[in-house]
């Protein structure tokens, strides 16, 4: 069974940047798209940026611009790098494999811990 491990997470001021990463437990990155969610209390969890193989990304519109993600198949991480971070960011932000770079069910049924961002 694969696992995931986030971490970045953090408490950031205004207008302040994190970088989240996922780790794998082995090498399963290379050969699907790769997704950020996150997820707060009481809703679920949200498709938030996706990238291919090929490094085609999509982003949800409340990130456009704002939020990139990367990936490096050499290291089994996927990264996320949040800029200018807004009170509606919050939540804890997780990584799995989307089926589809727009959503769709999750490939591995297990999640990681996760990593919880706060903006101040």
């Known amino acids: 069974q694969v696992q995931l491990v986030e971490s970045g997470g953090g408490l950031v001021q205004p207008e302040g940047s994190l970088r989240l990463s996922c780790a794998a437990s082995?090498?399963?990155?290379?050969?699907?798209?790769m997704g950020w969610y996150r997820q707060t209390p009481g809703r679920q969890r949200s498709l938030v940026a996706a990238?291919?193989?090929?490094?085609?990304?999509h982003y949800a519109d409340s990130v456009k611009g704002r939020f990139t993600i990367s990936r490096d198949d050499a290291k089994n991480t996927v990264y996320l790098q949040m800029d200018s971070l807004k009170p509606e960011d919050t939540a804890v932000y997780y990584c799995n494999l989307p089926s589809h770079i727009t959503g769709g069910t999750p490939r591995l049924s297990s999640w990681g811990q996760g990593t919880l961002v706060t903006r101040s």
């Open positions: 990238i291919t193989t090929t490094g085609i990304t």
């Open positions: 082995r090498n399963i990155f290379s050969n699907y798209a």
